[in-house]
Nanobody, 127 residues
Framework: QMQLVESGGGLVQAGGSLRLSCVAS????????MGWFRQAPGKEREFVAR????????RYADSVRGRFTISRDNAKNTVHLQMNSLKPEDTAVYYC????????????????????WGQGTQVTVSS
């Protein structure tokens, strides 16, 4: 089992920034690719970003590319999501997730590829 705990969410004005963190425990962190997903009220959970186990391969959703940055620190079992230029449409519960396939895969944006999930952290962007 792997436990994931997110933090860093909150309320921010449009154009502002937030940095989300996710701390993992219970498994060899570097053996897992890590992803961030989000879910807005009444909407499906959607892919935001993914980083491979060694940090060498990164993928973003088109909606966040250029504004969000995913990174990881394997020594601290932590993955971050730096979110800049936030928009009201970024409002959602953000989840981190772990995929035991540590490299890039074709279905990287599919939530079903991730075995472990955190409890989520709320991000609210006001206009």
């Amino acid at each position: 089992q792997m436990q994931l705990v997110e933090s860093g969410g909150g309320l921010v004005q449009a154009g502002g920034s937030l940095r989300l963190s996710c701390v993992a425990s219970g498994r060899a962190f570097s053996n897992y690719a890590m992803g961030w997903f989000r879910q807005a009220p009444g909407k499906e959970r959607e892919f935001v970003a993914r980083i491979s186990g060694n940090g060498g391969a990164i993928r973003y959703a088109d909606s966040v590319r250029g504004r969000f940055t995913i990174s990881r620190d394997n020594a601290k079992n932590t993955v971050h999501l730096q979110m800049n230029s936030l928009k009201p449409e970024d409002t959602a519960v953000y989840y981190c997730a772990a995929d035991s396939f540590a490299y890039t895969r074709g279905q990287y944006a599919s939530a079903s590829q991730y075995e472990y999930w955190g409890q989520g952290t709320q991000v609210t962007v006001s206009s």
